[in-house]
T-cell receptor, first 120, second 114 residues
């Protein structure tokens, strides 16, 4: 199956600094990627939809200036947490769809392994 | 709007017990339905899926049937193993959606004791 990677797998940073998380589709092209945030023992919260070559679409309540998303190529999307604070500590997960060759609609969604961010 | 309601956990079972995790959905049209599994510290893996009514998805001994009349997609396994301990998420995707956005349930923590 398709593979999505994330880097780094974990990161610790100091309050006030910025952190960049990369999401790559390794063996397929992804015009759309999704960024989720997951709190301990909770479900995934969709933060934004990342579109290659255009601006990301943010969910209500997600600060776009805080969580910068750049989808620079068909295989790479990045999430930058700017001026991170302890409340930004979380597990961040990205995903990407493959598309059915039959009808060009999304087929399966593949998830990265996640990035554990800890802000001290 | 589209949503998924999933049985709350945690669920604790002994090895070889029967597992059911309930999932119901609300959607316009006929969505595709999924079960994902998340092992500790990892991302989500697709466990099984069904794309139309009466389809049965199955994988690794797990099964779920797409029931349009009850808007349900309950996950079952006849005999669980310790290695099945994980969090299970039910999800739906609107059919024909060009983006493929997934709507997730809250997740159900399953712990299997030897």
């Amino acid at each position: 199956g398709a593979v999505v990677s994330q880097h780094p797998s974990w990161v610790i940073c100091k309050s006030g600094t910025s952190v960049k998380i990369e999401c790559r589709s390794l063996d397929f092209q992804a015009t759309t990627m999704f960024w989720y945030r997951q709190f301990p023992k909770q479900s995934l919260m969709l933060m934004a939809t990342s579109n290659e070559g255009s601006k990301a679409t943010y969910e209500q309540g997600v600060e776009k200036d805080k969580f910068l998303i750049n989808h620079a190529s068909l295989t790479l999307s990045t999430l930058t947490v700017t001026s991170a604070h302890p409340e930004d500590s979380s597990f961040y997960i990205c995903s990407a769809n493959t598309f059915s060759p039959r009808d060009n609609f999304p087929d399966e969604q593949y998830f990265g392994p996640g990035t554990r961010l800890t802000v001290t | 709007g589209d949503s998924v309601t999933q049985m709350e956990g945690p669920v604790t079972l002994s090895e070889e017990a029967f597992l059911t995790i309930n999932c119901t959905y609300t959607a316009t049209g006929y969505p595709s339905l999924f079960w994902y599994v998340q092992y500790p510290g990892e991302g989500l893996q697709l466990l099984l899926k069904a794309t139309k009514a009466d389809d049965k998805g199955s994988n690794k001994g797990f099964e779920a049937t797409y029931r349009k009349e009850t808007t349900s997609f309950h996950l079952e396994k006849g005999s669980v193993q310790v290695s099945d301990s994980a969090v299970y998420f039910c999800a739906l995707s609107a059919r024909g959606s060009t983006l493929g956005r997934l709507y997730f349930g809250r997740g159900t923590q399953l712990t299997v004791w030897p």
